[in-house]
């Protein structure tokens, strides 16, 4: 199967088994795991924190995030399309009672600097108060600018507001810029990482910031249930991930973009701005997205298919595959001319 529905759909490889079933472990919970501490420490290290948390999952990690940033009753400002806001069931608001202000953000992926600061709440008893500003790098796949996070950073400095970047994917944005990720992690106080998409690990992601910030993430973690035990045959798997899938990342973003020539050679219609790291969207009729899921299915290529879809380079589709699925496609084509 070629699988472009996402980059969560790896399988661990025979190596990060190895590295996995021989890895020592402790009772994290008492502190005990020396492979989560390695890795709780390489996550401080490269992005230049002074801690980091390993928790199952991205989503748990940014509501950690949130819990541990915002109290009960105040606000943080997020994009209307980010991950922490639209898909996370609403966590924040249910389970912290803490408010979202969404914006929208442009088609760069960025939200405009001045709309972040006419939502940031004045002292006034009718508001909830605005303590965080949260980012997504990357975003739908775009690489936010340094010079703009860097203006956010000194927005949310003047108007002591937190900032925090959920950086599922954001080593990708630093493979794309070319940077170390401490130079994209410099202008936030907290980020979050996903070791479980592009990095290719199963499970698990890494919530990072201060000392004092991550002992009190710690608390809110086990309060979410996300306080495991023997968890370094896991946290083996993100070191594994760290030391050898982040620079490979740019084989995916290279297959993207061959992806989109080929795409558009064939007269697909790429959505702007095309791909910058390892996502693509592209446009389609109605008739054409209502045909293709199931063809492509039938020939061994999933994805998820929408008038604008979504297709995702990963670690386990190669150059060839895709040479295979740009020639499925321009047979369907073929066999389906648009009405
Ligand atoms: C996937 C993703 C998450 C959540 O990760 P899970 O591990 O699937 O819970 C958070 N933010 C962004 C931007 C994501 O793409």
């Known amino acids: 199967m070629i699988d472009l529905r996402s980059d969560t759909v790896t399988r661990p490889s025979d190596a990060m088994r190895q ?14 795991d020396p492979t989560v501490n390695a890795l709780e420490a390489l996550g401080a290290k490269l992005s230049g924190k002074e801690a980091a948390l390993f928790l ?56 405009p600097l001045d709309k972040i600061a006419a939502a ?25 600018p340094l010079d703009y996070l860097q203006q956010a950073w000194a927005l949310t400095r003047e108007k002591k507001l937190a900032l925090h970047i959920d950086g599922a994917r954001i080593f990708n944005a630093a493979v794309a810029l070319n940077v170390e990720l401490s130079e994209i992690s410099r202008y936030c106080d907290t980020l979050t990482i996903c070791l479980s998409k592009g990095l ?27 306080g495991m ?66 063809w492509m299915r039938e020939r061994g290529v999933l994805m998820n298919v929408a008038p604008i879809t979504r297709m995702i380079t990963h670690l386990d589709v190669n150059r060839d595959d895709l040479q295979r699925f740009v020639g499925l496609w321009q047979q369907f084509l073929s066999q389906h001319p648009d009405k």
Not at 200 to 226: F, N, Q
Request: charged content about 20%.
């Open 19 to 32: 590295a996995m079933a021989s890895a020592e472990v402790g009772d994290d919970v008492y502190g005990d």
């Open 56 to 111: 199952p999952t991205g989503t748990q990690a940014n509501l950690v995030a949130l819990l541990t940033h915002c109290q009960r009753g105040e606000e943080y400002i997020v994009g209307q399309k980010a991950h922490n806001y639209l898909y996370e069931a609403g966590g924040a608001a249910v389970l912290g009672s803490i408010q979202p202000q969404p914006l929208d953000a442009d088609e760069d992926g960025t939200i």
């Open 120 to 144: 940031i709440k004045p002292d006034d008893i009718h508001f909830a108060p605005t303590r965080l500003l949260s980012l997504e790098n990357t975003h739908n796949g775009k690489v936010l």
């Open 229 to 294: 035990r023997q968890a370094g045959i896991l946290a083996a798997a993100g070191i594994y991930a760290l030391q050898n899938n982040v620079q490979r990342l740019k084989e995916d973003h290279d297959n993207a973009r061959w992806l989109e020539q080929q795409l558009r050679e064939i007269g697909i219609e790429i959505v702007s701005p095309g791909a910058q790291t390892n996502i693509l969207f592209i446009r389609q009729s109605a008739y054409h997205a209502s045909l293709l899921g199931d």
């Open 200 to 226: 290719g690990t199963p499970v698990g992601s890494l919530l990072c910031g201060s000392d004092e910030y991550i002992k009190r993430a710690r608390r809110w973690r086990k309060m979410t249930g996300g």
